[in-house]
């Protein structure tokens, strides 16, 4: 197994048995993550992507069993933020660096098309890139977003294992999610994807299939996120285990099979794991993701419990940020980061 994956440092390929097996036992993790660390210094250097992440509205129809912020969930405060306090944080974000906005919501239409779009144009003008991140729409609908400046898409399939999808997605449709994810690409998006690991019921056969969905689909960034239970939802009472490690393993064998693509050390796995995150910039990852919303309720964004939510004060943090990165020879890099800048 050792030589084989010495082979997949340079040949970034692995068979679906062969990665089974990897994610079966923890005997050749350290030599996973050595050279998903090896693969990311090769092709992407030692620069770090920072996106800044709105998440702008907690408000949602549907009823994803492992999501704090499902419609039947109602113990949680729901929000929207203004168009005002959004271009203000976004703004805030431009004046410490930051290059790329994430606007991350829930799926109900709480802003028109017209006010996201014009929202979009906004932020575009303060020379940043735009990803979205708000679930499933029509094709005219992300057509108008990429008119209006948008330049990534963030739609994680969840999981590719069908049955657990629909047991755990009841009101939507598999096939639909992987569409969106065709439209996007089509429409010239950078196209991120992802899934949860250590969902009740997951396989590693269904993870091994994941990670060959995220190659095949021509994903530009793959976000991985341990499973974490969330009270008041269908999931609150499973999974004990800490999946951490299984999630940092998905994670560097997604860098070893995908060399130059962009992938978040994920606000789940400095949740779960104090010290998460660096640790998985240390097994592939090059992008993180910090909140850049100028809201005291950032609490209420609760996907689920103790989530990690950084300083509110976003100068702080990100100077803090740059003097941690300096102590693993990393630093924040000056430019927007799309995956063709990795090259
Ligand atoms: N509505 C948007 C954004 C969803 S929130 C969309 O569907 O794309 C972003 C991500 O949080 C989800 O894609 C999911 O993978 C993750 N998430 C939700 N609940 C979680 C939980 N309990 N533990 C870990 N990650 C979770």
Known sequence: MENILNKAESSHSLTKEHIISLLSTSEFDNTIFNIANNVRKKYIGDKIHLRGLIEFSNICPNTCFYCGLRGENTSIKRFTLS???IIKSAKNAAKYGYKTIVLQSGESKVISDEELCSIISEIKKLDMAIT???GEKTEEEYKSYKEAGADRFLLRIE??????????HPKMNFENRVNCLKILKQLGYE???????????????????????????????????PFIPCPHTPLENTGIKNHFVLALKVMAITRILLPDINIPA????????KGGAFLALNSGANVIMPNVSLYE????????PNKF?????VKTYRENLETELAKIGRFVSKDKGFRAENK
């Open 266 to 273: 994920t606000t789940a796995m400095e949740s779960l794991q």
């Open 309 to 313: 939510i950084a300083s509110n004060d």
């Open 159 to 168: 999981t590719t294992d069908k049955e657990l999808y629909k047991k755990y």
């Open 132 to 134: 979205l991140s708000i």
């Open 83 to 85: 168009k005002d306090l």
């Open 191 to 225: 196209v991120g994807t992802g899934c949860l690991v250590g969902l009740p019921e997951q396989t590693v056969k269904s993870l091994a299939d994941d990670i060959l969905f995220f190659k095949e689909i021509g994903a530009d960034m793959v976000g991985l996120g």
């Open 297 to 304: 309720e950032r609490e209420n964004y609760q996907i689920y």
